[in-house]
Structure formats: C-alpha cells, structure tokens
C-alpha cells in the first residue's frame, strides 16, 4: 500500500527512504504490530530496489527496535516495546514513533523544596526549589510506566504547563536534555504500583533512574520510572573499544 507509493527508489539513498517509509507504515498502523513484512523478495521486486537495498533498510529498523526478525519465519512489526538504550529520546517520542499516542495522568505537579536525595542527585544546594511530575503514563488506555520527576525550578518555574510531553516543553524552554546518565535495576512492583500498571502485585517492572543534563553540565531532570517488565525490552548496541 504506502509503500508502494513512497519514491522509495532512486540510489544511492534508496536503502534511507526505504528505511523511513517502512516506518511510516508502521506509524499509520497500516501494519499492526505482530503483523508480518512482505519478505524481502517480495519487497525488492515491487519496489525495483535490490535485495542488499532492502536488507540494509530492514536491518536498520530491527537495530531501532521497531521490527524483529523470526529465522525462517521473516519480519514483524514487534509487539513488545523495545526501546534502545543508546538514544536519549523521550516516552513521547518512543512511543509515538510506533504510532501510538500516548498521554499522562498526573498525581502532582507541584514546586516544592529539594529533598536530600534530589539534592545530591541534581547536583543543588538545599533549600533550592524544584517542580515535582508524578504521572502514569498510557497509550492506547494501557499504563505502561509510572514516572517521577524533578526538574529544578530555575529551568521549570510552573510545572503545570507540562500537559503531556516534559521534554517538549524543556525543548521550549531551551533547556532539551542532552546528554544521560541511566541506571536500569530490576523489581518486583509492589502492591499500589502494580494496582496503576494494571498488574498482579509482585509481577516483574523495570525500576529505571535517568539523569539527564544540558550541554553546560547542568542536570535537568532526575526521573525515577517503573516501566512494566511485560511490555518493555530494553536493547542496546554493543561495541569493542
Ligand atoms: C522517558 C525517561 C524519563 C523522561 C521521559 C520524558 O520516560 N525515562 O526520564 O523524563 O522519557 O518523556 P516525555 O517527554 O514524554 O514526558
């Protein structure tokens, strides 16, 4: 359908506009997730691309996480969530990247005194002021991820105008995080957030901490998240030195 449509061809970028317009497909949903790829055949006689064109652009998007390869069986839309590692990209971001819109329901939103904790992980003197996100956040009406957030008060003076997107709204502000440090531990979710997630009490969740700082070394944000252990892979590239 799209596909076929896209001016996927000409060389030498082929295997790019290839790559961006399997994504398109996959972000309109003209492909549901655990639906099947044509097969790489099929894929390069419709197209008039070569076979290697094609495998190039397909393999791109297995590494981004956004389909899996079964041997033998051939190429998915991937179900689970799988998020790489290596990127510093938002939940928005991720998620709206697989076509699905996701939103937040917040529990607090407010400018409150940095605790000791959040003193040293932010790197602020006490007493400082801070804005404190606490939200769960959906997509398609399932909660996948419960989310604490803190962000000084000199770069987010009225939390109350992150409406979905924190780091949209930190792009706004000229403060857009770039560059992470993240830690990812494994949990068992304990009764309350496991009543949020929808999950038994005690199923498997992903307890993550980022802190993320601007180029001139200031941290923006420190997020404690518990992402649901049922949906969420976390992937990374790995290299030699
Ligand atoms: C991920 C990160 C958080 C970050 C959030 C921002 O979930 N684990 O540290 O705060 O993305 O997402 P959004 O911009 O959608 O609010």
């Not at 420190?222 to 590239?237: C, K, M, N, Q």
């Amino acid at each position: 359908r799209r596909l076929s449509r896209d001016p996927a061809t000409s060389q030498p970028l082929a295997y790019l506009r290839l790559r961006r317009a399997i994504r398109n497909v996959v972000e309109h949903r003209d492909i549901e997730p655990g639906q099947a790829l044509p097969s790489e055949r099929d894929l390069s006689r419709l197209l008039q691309l070569s076979r290697v064109t094609v495998r190039k652009a397909i393999s791109g998007l297995v590494e981004e996480g956004l389909l899996n390869q079964r041997h033998g069986a051939g190429t998915f839309v991937a179900e689970r969530i799988i998020k790489p590692m290596s990127r510093l990209t938002s939940f928005t971001e991720d998620l709206r990247a697989r076509g699905l819109n996701p939103r937040s329901e917040f529990s607090e939103r407010i400018i409150g005194e940095v605790t000791p904790e959040e003193s040293m992980a932010l790197n602020l003197s006490p007493g400082v002021l801070v804005a404190r996100l606490h939200r769960v956040r959906y997509a398609k009406e399932e909660p996948l991820a419960i989310e604490r957030s803190v962000v000084p008060a000199s770069i987010l003076p009225d939390p109350t105008i992150v409406q979905d997107s924190l780091y949209q709204i930190l792009e706004t502000l000229g403060a857009r995080p770039r560059r992470a440090l993240q830690r990812l531990r494994a949990v068992s979710l304990g009764a309350q957030q496991a009543r949020l997630l929808h999950v038994p009490a005690g199923s498997a969740g992903l307890n993550i901490e980022r802190r993320s700082f601007l180029d001139d070394g200031r941290v923006v944000e420190f997020t404690t998240s518990w992402y649901r252990g049922d949906i969420y892979d976390f992937v990374a590239e790995l290299q030699t030195d």
